[in-house]
């Protein structure tokens, strides 16, 4: 499965939360593209695009083998390090690179991408940074498994890429809308919301689960991919706030995870 715009923007977002948790400096990673090979498309306190859009194979270079080993790899230095091959050696030193520690994102058995966190000084990284690393993966993770499962279960069929965008907009303004003082003009920016969603219901069917405003705010979230903590983060509440909205939702919709909850969320008219 290829990457899309959204799995883009939860990579980015993971690498922000990847340095803010480690303290690491450098961060950048992407998705697997075709086969076995990825390309890493998203950087965050890189100094140069040295590493920008560049192709690592699996077994080849730290990222490759934490591809084909399917688990967290980590260098003091990566140039004189005898534990990886170096192809990708120039890239790595026009950055300035030196420690360098990559996590596998796994979903359903199957790596999916790499996060990578550096030092430009040839420093151990320890434990503490490496688990902050890998629950940033995991945040990924849980993230590509919503989307996975709301793709599945729609089977496929409505509209096409050009719908994403309405849904993200959708979610984008949803978050908004809280924040603004003005009731006249927050009301205004909600009826866009409802002119989003106006077509989406199933025909004929009425809405019968009725959904608190911010149950909804929340769902939108969940379909564009976000975890708890970054919906959380949206919305200006807490991940605990979040997951109790989540669940109220899931038991008026009768879902048992969250994928069926957005597409139930879906039928019955409240998402795009």
């Known amino acids: 499965m290829t990457a899309d715009a959204s799995d883009a923007v939860e ?25 076995r090979q990825m390309r890493i ?29 399917s688990r967290p790899c980590v260098v003091t230095d990566y140039s004189a390090s005898r ?8 890239p790595v030193a026009l950055e300035g690179l030196r420690s360098v520690l990559a996590v596998p994102v796994v979903v359903r058995h199957r790596v999916r ?5 550096a030092l430009r000084a040839a420093r151990p990284l320890g434990g503490r940074t490496l688990d902050a690393a890998v629950e940033a ?40 809308a809280p924040r603004i003082a003005d009731p006249e003009l927050r009301a ?9 969603t106006a077509d989406t219901g199933e025909p004929g069917r009425p809405v019968r689960v009725r ?35 989540l669940r109220s939702a899931m038991r008026k919709l009768r879902a048992r995870t969250r994928g069926e909850a957005v597409v139930a969320a879906r039928r019955a008219g409240w998402l795009p």
């Open 113 to 117: 991408g790499v996060l990578y966190g």
């Open 137 to 176: 993966a995991r945040d990924v993770e849980r993230a590509l498994v919503v989307r996975d499962e709301a793709r599945t279960l729609a089977g496929g069929a409505g509209p096409g890429a050009g719908w994403e965008q309405v849904r993200e907009a959708h979610a984008a303004l949803r978050a908004l």
């Open 41 to 69: 498309s998203e950087l965050s306190g890189t100094a140069t695009d040295a590493l920008r859009s560049l192709v690592v194979t699996s077994g080849q270079g730290l990222g490759g083998k934490t591809v084909a080993l």
């Open 211 to 245: 959904l608190a405003p911010r149950e909804v705010d929340v769902l939108a979230c969940v379909a564009d991919g976000a975890t708890n903590a970054v919906a959380a983060e949206r919305l200006g509440v807490t991940p605990e706030t979040v997951k109790g909205y």
């Open 11 to 35: 990579i980015r977002n993971a690498l922000l939360r990847l340095r803010r948790a480690t303290g690491l400096p450098v961060a950048f990673g992407g998705l697997l593209e075709a086969g």
């Open 188 to 196: 205004e920016l909600l009826g866009a919301c409802a002119l989003l």
């Open 83 to 90: 534990r990886i091959t170096h192809e990708y050696d120039a």
